[in-house]
Each structure stands twice: as structure tokens, then as C-alpha cells.
T-cell receptor, first 114, second 110 residues
């Protein structure tokens, strides 16, 4: 069974640009969550999508947005990039619903802002 | 107070010893707890999950949950240098959020 797939793996952008990251969950998983990880702040929750609806949202500015498609694939968009957005962006999927199933992470997209 | 707290370490143990990693949480309504291992430059990898009070064993790993005292721990027996990594504790809260601790860095010395 294929794991969580994130593309691209690496990305270099400049300030002011925008970026779209993609995540394909494990087959059958309907919940997709996005996290930002930096050395100083650790793993921070961005948002979670389930059945094409945003179910939870972390404390990030509106420049960070996402969506989920009917096949459960998800995209995350960051507009007007800032230097502080340089981070590893991780996607995690789980079966979803109100269950206790664990999340499984993709390899991440490492975003560097110049 | 952070919702999930871990000692950041580093925790250093000799090869073959037992490594004990601890985590406390504030949300009493949490039902499920997870341990992830993250190697430097890699993404977190699930190694254990536990839902009920008591111990759960999987190979060299044992997860312990004490809901009354609000802590969860991970024991690694016969620690190996390949166990050197950062270990993240996570809980799924009542509103279904996943909350992660800052992680404990473990070093196993040959």
C-alpha cells in the first residue's frame, strides 16, 4: 500500500511569491492534515480536511490556505511568501471520522524562501 | 502550560540500556496517544499508539499510559545507536485535533 505522497520535495521561492504544495493520502484515508515544522517552533498544526471540508484550523495567518478534492488529495497554498515561511511542510493522513486512528506522515516539502 | 509537554533532552543512554521518554498532557478528555520517531531531516514515523490505561508492548518498545496522572511514556529496551532520533509524543484531543509535544532528542552511545 503506497504511503502519503507529497510533491514537490524541495522548493525555492522568493519573498512575495506564492506556492502550492500537494498531498496524496494513503488509499482509503479521508482525513488530511498539514503541519509546519521549524527548528525553533517544532511541529505546528495548520489545518485538517475531511471529506472536502476544513474541519480544524491552527493559528496561522490567512496567507495559508488549503483545500481537499473529492479523491481526498489535498493542496496547501501560501501567498505573499515571507522569509519566516521557510520550513518543512508535512502532510499526514488518517482514516478520518471521529476515530482514534493514527496519522501517517509523508516525506514533506522543504520550502526555502530567499 | 503547553497542551503536550516533553523534556527536550538531549537524553543520552549507552547501547543496550533502557531509554525512558516521558510526556504529560493537559486535556483529560483525550482518548488516544501516539509516539513518533523522527530522524534528522526525515518526517515523523509512527512507532506506537495506546488508548487504554496500562502498558502496550511491541518488540523492544513499551508504551505506558496513566490517565489519572495524565502522562504517557515510551520505554525502549536494548537501545541501539539506530534508535538515536527525536521522539514526538502526540495526543488526539476531544475535538479530534492532533497535538504534538516539542520532542525529546535521544542519543544512544555505542
Amino acid at each position: 500500500k503506497a504511503g502519503v505522497t507529497q510533491t514537490p520535495r524541495y522548493l525555492i521561492k522568493t519573498r512575495g511569491q506564492q506556492v502550492t504544495l500537494s498531498c496524496s493520502p494513503i488509499s482509503g484515508h479521508r482525513s488530511v492534515s498539514w503541519y509546519q515544522q521549524t527548528p525553533g517552533q517544532g511541529l505546528q498544526f495548520l489545518f485538517e480536511y475531511f471529506s472536502e471540508t476544513q474541519r480544524n484550523k491552527g493559528n496561522f495567518p490567512g496567507r495559508f490556505s488549503g483545500r481537499q478534492f473529492s479523491n481526498s488529495r489535498s493542496e496547501m497554498n501560501v501567498s505573499t511568501l515571507e522569509l519566516g515561511d521557510s520550513a518543512l511542510y508535512l502532510c499526514a493522513s488518517s482514516l478520518g471520522g471521529r476515530d482514534n486512528q493514527p496519522q501517517h506522515f509523508g516525506d514533506g516539502t522543504r520550502l526555502s524562501i530567499l | 502550560q503547553k497542551e503536550v509537554e516533553q523534556n527536550s533532552g538531549p537524553l543520552s543512554v549507552p547501547e543496550g540500556a533502557i531509554a525512558s521518554l516521558n510526556c504529560t498532557y493537559s486535556d483529560r478528555g483525550s482518548q488516544s496517544f501516539f509516539w513518533y520517531r523522527q530522524y534528522s531531516g526525515k518526517s515523523p514515523e509512527l512507532i506506537m499508539f495506546i488508548y487504554s490505561n496500562g502498558d502496550k508492548e511491541d518488540g523492544r518498545f513499551t508504551a505506558q499510559l496513566n490517565k489519572a496522572s495524565q502522562y504517557v511514556s515510551l520505554l525502549i529496551r536494548d537501545s541501539q545507536p539506530s534508535d538515536s532520533a527525536t521522539y514526538l509524543c502526540a495526543q488526539r484531543a476531544r475535538n479530534n485535533d492532533m497535538r504534538f509535544g516539542a520532542g525529546t532528542r535521544l542519543t544512544v552511545k555505542p
